[in-house]
């Protein structure tokens, strides 16, 4: 029986895409679209992201409801982009290191960034900016810019970016809330936001099947039980 798929398998070849410039060459490429996930570059109209869709830098990816989007970047650092979330991906080559840079404008990300060596892998929210060189976590920004780190290994230097403009170091199963008052106090994360770690690194899915007289339309969306 044919079958139509508006969802495929994971795009799983990168290549070797980057060049010396890196506002025109790709910087990340997505590797799995889950319903809808769109993007645009700069003040472009949105466009429906595909699996394999080549990424530049000031490309802006957002994410509907019950939708998650998997982007890999070109040193193999993966950012999960959940349900209801908008980032922005910035890079720039100074000298022989590669400065990046993700603005999460809203919504939740889980991110496993690869050791940085020479290089920089930064994000930014509306109140923090976390510096990381190689660990995993979560943000969680809320529609007022409030956010939530969470570090699941490695270590990550925070700073906000208003009111006080304090710094710290958040470790490994711990966390911080950041916001506008720029207080960056570290506290234990527990098994709660160990287990929101934990959900939000699973790209479990349903799927619905529509028949119709050209094949089966299967329809993919994400499982509730990640909520």
């Known amino acids: 029986m044919k079958k139509i798929f508006f969802i495929l398998s994971p795009f799983l070849f990168f290549g070797s895409m980057f ?115 190689g660990t995993s976590g979560f943000f969680d920004v809320d529609a007022e810019g409030n956010t939530v780190l969470f570090v699941n290994e490695g270590s990550v230097e925070v700073r906000g970016t208003q009111g006080n403009q ?17 207080n960056v106090e570290v506290k234990e994360g527990g098994e709660e936001l160990q287990s929101q770690f934990n959900q939000s690194n699973k790209t479990r899915t349903r799927q619905i099947i529509i028949k119709s007289p050209q094949g089966d339309i299967v329809i993919e969306y994400l499982d509730d039980e990640l909520d």
Do not use: H
């Open 166 to 182: 304090q710094t710290n170091t958040v470790g490994a199963g711990n966390y911080t809330e950041v916001t506008n008052v720029g």
């Open 19 to 133: 060049g010396q410039d890196a506002n025109r060459s790709p910087v990340a490429i997505v590797t799995k679209v889950v319903q809808v996930v769109d993007f645009k570059i700069e003040e472009n109209n949105w466009k429906k992201a595909n699996i394999g869709q080549t990424l530049t830098t000031g490309n802006e990816v957002k994410t509907g409801q019950r939708s998650l989007a998997i982007v890999k970047f070109i040193d193999n650092s993966i950012l999960r982009i959940r349900e209801n979330s908008s980032v922005i991906l910035f890079a720039n080559r100074v000298e022989n290191a590669m400065l990046k840079n993700t603005e999460i404008k809203n919504g939740r990300l889980n991110f496993k960034i690869s050791e940085q060596e020479n290089d920089e892998f930064r994000f930014t929210t509306p109140t923090m900016v976390a510096s990381i060189r």
